[in-house]
């Protein structure tokens, strides 16, 4: 049973840094697609950033946020990563991994920037 499984969710001050992590159970990571969204309070789930898969080495961040998060892989924990930088309160969320050619989720790892 394959399991993804977001972490690294923490209350932050304005300003602050957060690494999330996505590793899986019963799949391999770095073979496939990967994409993080969020989801705030009240909104719709929005894209954040995808990354490739095996040798398809490209990333995607949106466009607003693009300046302050990256995506990228851990090979040797086979896990994908959304570095977030200067992080707003408006960036508070719940922070989910997705494989979109399987179409799986994990259950999201809570983001909460405020002062």
């Known amino acids: 049973q394959v399991q993804l499984a977001e972490s690294g969710g923490d209350l932050v001050q304005p300003g602050g840094s957060l690494k999330l992590s996505c590793a899986a159970t019963?799949?391999?990571?770095?073979?496939?697609?990967m994409n993080w969204y969020r989801q705030a309070p009240g909104k719709e789930r929005e894209f954040v950033a995808a990354i490739g898969g095996g040798a398809r080495n490209w990333t995607h961040v949106t466009e607003s946020l693009r300046a302050r998060f990256t995506i990228a892989r851990n090979l040797f924990k086979d896990t994908v990563e959304l570095q977030m930088t200067n992080l707003k309160v408006e960036d508070t969320a719940v922070y989910y991994c997705?494989?979109?050619?399987?179409?799986?989720w994990g259950k999201g790892t809570q983001v909460t920037v405020s002062g």
């Open positions: 019963g799949f391999t990571v770095g073979s496939h697609i």
């Open positions: 997705y494989a979109p050619t399987e179409g799986y």
